[in-house]
């Protein structure tokens, strides 16, 4: 076999924008769309709340939003993180609701930008000798309503960049939330660029809206697509003892993660009780595709790092 170059389709492309919000080399890439499947009181809950707690420790997300009929039952869970003016019953409208917050918070984002930019010429005129004289009146009215001579504009959230949200839909399957509802679809296909921005800001075109799915089941005949599932870039998985469920799991997975790396890694991460095994399906390294209860790296020679992971520790 002859391999000859040929000078073609060899411009380079801008690939500067990714819609992720900072993460750290451990932590899964934001904004995800993460299904955790496992069956009642095996632990999904307690492990929702750990990533949670991650990431609070580095305010990956400025809200959260849930979707739930049983809050109240997880706030020991939940609560921390979750404001109540944020917590959803799961209704056929439910999920759109959560997108039109998300797209309010750009809408403010974007308010904010532009009050920037009038507090340059504010300041800039004032610094003029005798601007009282000068300042034009509907200018003043206008700065004094924005209250530019107190104080400049702040953003509402710490750190001065479009919002970055979370969604969790919990005990959602057969609700309205789930089989009524188009935003699912919506969300699944374009969780990284819900509500747009007009300037791309560090990365950023959207705001983006990560998406967390608690479920007893991974296929569910009115609920949980296969056009969802596919879309994933998390999947964790508890223990499962229906090997027909199991074996659509290996076949849907077989695509995308080794059949024999994932059913060594699924044993070993679920063989303890409360055990799980999250599949990392864009992974900052290939040697953290596997993990077991999240913290531990399931490595396997196949899977070879090429990242310089010990640089990053």
Same mark, same amino acid.
């Given at each position: 076999?002859?391999?000859?170059?040929?000078?073609?389709?060899?411009?380079?492309?801008?690939?500067?924008?990714?819609?992720?919000?900072?993460?750290? !080399?451990?932590?899964?890439?934001?904004?995800?769309?993460?299904? &955790?499947?496992?069956?009642?009181?095996?632990?999904?809950?307690? &492990?929702?709340?750990?990533?949670?707690?991650?990431? !609070?420790?580095?305010?990956?997300?400025? @809200?959260?939003?849930?979707?739930?009929?049983?809050?109240?039952? $997880?706030?020991?869970?939940?609560?921390?993180?979750?404001?109540?003016?944020?917590?959803?019953?799961?209704?056929?409208?439910?999920?759109?609701?959560?997108?039109?917050?998300?797209?309010?918070? /750009?809408?403010?984002?974007?308010?904010?930008?532009?009050? =920037?930019?009038?507090?340059?010429?504010?300041? $800039? #005129?004032?610094? =003029?000798?005798?601007?009282?004289?000068?300042?034009?009146?509907?200018?003043?009215?206008?700065?004094? #309503?924005?209250?530019?001579?107190?104080?400049?504009?702040?953003?509402?959230?710490?750190?001065?960049?479009?919002?970055?949200?979370?969604?969790?839909? %919990?005990?959602?399957?057969?609700?309205?939330?789930?089989?009524?509802?188009?935003? &699912?679809?919506?969300?699944?296909?374009?969780? /990284? !660029?819900?509500?747009? &921005?007009?300037?791309?800001?560090?990365?950023?075109?959207?705001?983006?809206?990560?998406?967390?799915?608690?479920?007893?089941?991974?296929?569910?005949?009115?609920?949980?697509? @296969?056009?969802?599932?596919?879309?994933?870039?998390?999947?964790?998985?508890?223990?499962?003892?229906?090997?027909?469920?199991? #074996?659509?799991?290996?076949?849907?997975?077989?695509?995308?993660?080794?059949?024999?790396?994932?059913?060594?890694?699924?044993?070993?991460?679920?063989? #303890?009780?409360?055990?799980?095994?999250?599949? %990392?399906?864009?992974?900052?390294?290939?040697?953290?595709?596997?993990?077991?209860?999240?913290?531990?790296?399931?490595?396997?020679?196949?899977? =070879?790092?090429?990242?310089?992971? =010990?640089?990053?520790?």
């Amino acid at each position: 076999m002859k391999v000859e170059k040929i000078k073609i389709y060899d411009e380079k492309v801008d690939s500067g924008v990714d819609n992720e919000y900072p993460t750290s !080399h451990y932590a899964f890439r934001q904004p995800c769309l993460q299904m &955790l499947v496992g069956q009642r009181t095996s632990g999904k809950s307690y &492990l929702t709340s750990k990533i949670l707690a991650q990431a !609070h420790k580095e305010k990956t997300f400025n @809200r959260i939003y849930i979707i739930t009929p049983s809050f109240n039952s $997880n706030k020991a869970y939940f609560g921390k993180y979750i404001k109540e003016e944020d917590v959803f019953e799961p209704t056929k409208e439910s999920i759109q609701q959560v997108i039109e917050c998300v797209e309010r918070d /750009r809408d403010e984002w974007e308010e904010f930008l532009v009050k =920037k930019e009038l507090y340059k010429k504010f300041k $800039n #005129d004032i610094s =003029k000798k005798n601007y009282l004289k000068y300042l034009d009146g509907d200018d003043m009215d206008l700065y004094e #309503d924005l209250g530019f001579f107190n104080e400049p504009p702040k953003w509402k959230y710490e750190k001065e960049e479009p919002c970055k949200s979370l969604l969790v839909l %919990d005990d959602c399957l057969g609700s309205p939330a789930i089989l009524q509802s188009s935003g &699912l679809t919506k969300i699944a296909t374009l969780n /990284r !660029h819900i509500a747009p &921005l007009q300037e791309d800001f560090k990365g950023r075109s959207a705001c983006g809206l990560a998406v967390m799915i608690l479920s007893q089941s991974y296929k569910f005949s009115q609920g949980i697509s @296969r056009v969802l599932r596919e879309q994933l870039s998390l999947l964790t998985l508890f223990k499962n003892k229906q090997q027909k469920q199991m #074996d659509a799991i290996t076949e849907e997975l077989a695509n995308v993660v080794d059949e024999k790396l994932f059913k060594q890694a699924y044993e070993f991460a679920t063989k #303890d009780k409360y055990g799980n095994l999250t599949i %990392d399906f864009k992974p900052k390294c290939a040697t953290l595709t596997f993990r077991k209860n999240l913290n531990e790296a399931i490595k396997f020679d196949e899977l =070879k790092c090429e990242c310089g992971e =010990k640089k990053n520790k």
